[in-house]
C-alpha cells in the first residue's frame, strides 16, 4: 500500500428501511467497515431507539457521517399533506417518477415542501443538520427535483455535501447501462450545486445490476478503480427480514454485501488500492 493511502467514503444507504438493515449497518460501522450512512426518515423502521442506536456510535469518538436520504419512490408514504404524484397512498415507482420528470410534468412547490419537511424530520431526530444530502434511487438527479432539492439544501443545510453521481473519468465501462443512465442524468448536477455554494463529492461508484448471478465480492475491487481523495461508494448491505422483504426487492444481495464488507477480504482489498475509509472523527464530514 503506498505511503499516504486515498481516502474515501463507503456509504451505506437505506438506513431506517427495515430492522435488519439497520442492525446491519450498525454492525459494519462499530467494526469500522462504513464511514456514512444515510437515513430514510420516510421508511416505517426509524423510530426513536433505531436512530438512538445510530447517533450512539458517534458518542466520545465519531464514527459515521450520518446524512439525509431523500425518498420520493417506493412503497413509502409522503411526509407532507397533499403531496403527489402518489401510487395507492405511496411514492411512485422510479419508473412513473422518471417518466414524469423528463416530462418536466411534476409540481415544484409540492417537490420543495417534500423535500424541506424530509430535512426538517431528520434535524427533529438528530437535532442537528445531516453530514450530507442525498437521494433513494438517485432522485435528486431528476429534472425538477434536482432543483427543488439543491434548493432546499442550500437553504436549510449550507454546510451539507450532496451526492453527485459521476463515475471517475477514465474508468467508465460503456458496458455498464445502469451506470450510464446514472451519468446521464448526473449532467450538470455538480454545477449547479456549486453555483448555490454546496459542495459534492469528487467521485462516484458501486451501482451494479441487482441480479441473483451479481458477486459483490468480484464487483466491488472495480469501484476502487481511480477512486480519488473523498470518492464516495455506495452500498446496500443489511440483514435481510419480512420488513424489508415487504418494502423492497433488494433484497438477498444485501446480505451478499453485509458477508463481504464483514469479512477478512474487504480490508485486504482497500490495501491493495491504496484506499482507506476516511475519519469522520478528523473532521472530514465534506469532500
Same mark, same amino acid.
Given at each position: 500500500?503506498?505511503?499516504?493511502?486515498?481516502?474515501?467514503? &463507503?456509504?451505506?444507504?437505506?438506513?431506517?428501511?427495515?430492522?435488519? !438493515?439497520?442492525?446491519?449497518?450498525?454492525?459494519?460501522?462499530?467494526?469500522?467497515?462504513?464511514?456514512?450512512?444515510?437515513?430514510?426518515?420516510?421508511?416505517?423502521?426509524?423510530?426513536?431507539?433505531?436512530?438512538?442506536?445510530?447517533?450512539?456510535?458517534?458518542?466520545?469518538?465519531?464514527?459515521?457521517?450520518?446524512?439525509? /436520504? !431523500?425518498? &420520493?419512490? *417506493?412503497?413509502?408514504?409522503?411526509?407532507?399533506?397533499?403531496?403527489?404524484?402518489?401510487?395507492? *397512498?405511496?411514492?411512485?415507482?422510479?419508473?412513473?417518477?422518471?417518466?414524469?420528470?423528463?416530462?418536466?410534468?411534476?409540481?415544484?412547490?409540492?417537490?420543495?415542501?417534500?423535500?424541506?419537511?424530509?430535512?426538517?424530520?431528520? &434535524?427533529?431526530?438528530?437535532?442537528?443538520?445531516?453530514?450530507?444530502?442525498?437521494?433513494?434511487? /438517485? !432522485?435528486?438527479?431528476?429534472?425538477?427535483?434536482?432543483?427543488?432539492?439543491?434548493?432546499?439544501?442550500?437553504?436549510?443545510?449550507?454546510?451539507?455535501?450532496?451526492?453527485?453521481?459521476?463515475?471517475?473519468?477514465?474508468?467508465?465501462?460503456?458496458?455498464?447501462?445502469?451506470?450510464?443512465?446514472?451519468?446521464?442524468?448526473?449532467?450538470?448536477?455538480?454545477?449547479?450545486?456549486? $453555483?448555490?455554494?454546496?459542495?459534492?463529492?469528487?467521485?462516484?461508484?458501486?451501482?451494479?445490476?441487482?441480479?441473483?448471478?451479481?458477486?459483490?465480492?468480484?464487483?466491488?475491487? $472495480?469501484?476502487?478503480?481511480?477512486?480519488?481523495?473523498?470518492?464516495?461508494?455506495?452500498?446496500?448491505? *443489511?440483514?435481510?427480514? #419480512?420488513?424489508?422483504?415487504? &418494502?423492497?426487492?433488494?433484497?438477498?444481495?444485501? #446480505?451478499?454485501?453485509?458477508?463481504?464488507?464483514?469479512?477478512?477480504?474487504?480490508?485486504?482489498?482497500?490495501?491493495?488500492?491504496?484506499?482507506?475509509?476516511?475519519?469522520? *472523527?478528523?473532521?472530514?464530514?465534506?469532500?
Amino acid at each position: 500500500m503506498r505511503a499516504n493511502p486515498r481516502q474515501i467514503w &463507503l456509504c451505506a444507504d437505506d438506513y431506517g428501511i427495515a430492522p435488519g !438493515v439497520n442492525r446491519g449497518i450498525r454492525e459494519l460501522i462499530a467494526r469500522g467497515r462504513l464511514n456514512a450512512t444515510s437515513v430514510m426518515v420516510a421508511a416505517p423502521h426509524l423510530g426513536d431507539d433505531e436512530a438512538r442506536e445510530l447517533d450512539l456510535l458517534n458518542s466520545g469518538e465519531a464514527r459515521v457521517a450520518i446524512g439525509l /436520504h !431523500v425518498t &420520493l419512490t *417506493g412503497r413509502f408514504k409522503p411526509l407532507s399533506e397533499g403531496y403527489h404524484p402518489q401510487s395507492h *397512498g405511496h411514492f411512485p415507482s422510479n419508473g412513473q417518477l422518471l417518466s414524469r420528470a423528463m416530462a418536466r410534468r411534476l409540481n415544484p412547490d409540492l417537490l420543495t415542501i417534500e423535500i424541506a419537511t424530509q430535512l426538517r424530520t431528520f &434535524l427533529e431526530i438528530f437535532s442537528r443538520p445531516p453530514d450530507f444530502v442525498d437521494g433513494h434511487q /438517485h !432522485v435528486q438527479l431528476l429534472p425538477q427535483v434536482r432543483d427543488a432539492f439543491l434548493k432546499v439544501v442550500a437553504e436549510t443545510a449550507p454546510r451539507a455535501w450532496v451526492r453527485q453521481c459521476g463515475r471517475v473519468p477514465g474508468v467508465r465501462s460503456l458496458q455498464d447501462r445502469k451506470a450510464l443512465v446514472i451519468d446521464v442524468l448526473n449532467l450538470g448536477f455538480r454545477s449547479q450545486a456549486a $453555483r448555490l455554494g454546496l459542495a459534492t463529492n469528487p467521485a462516484f461508484a458501486g451501482a451494479y445490476a441487482f441480479t441473483d448471478k451479481a458477486d459483490y465480492a468480484a464487483i466491488f475491487p $472495480r469501484f476502487l478503480a481511480g477512486m480519488p481523495d473523498s470518492g464516495l461508494i455506495m452500498c446496500h448491505p *443489511g440483514f435481510v427480514d #419480512e420488513a424489508l422483504k415487504r &418494502l423492497d426487492p433488494l433484497t438477498d444481495l444485501r #446480505e451478499r454485501e453485509l458477508a463481504f464488507f464483514n469479512s477478512d477480504d474487504f480490508p485486504e482489498v482497500l490495501a491493495r488500492h491504496g484506499v482507506e475509509l476516511a475519519h469522520p *472523527g478528523n473532521g472530514e464530514t465534506a469532500p
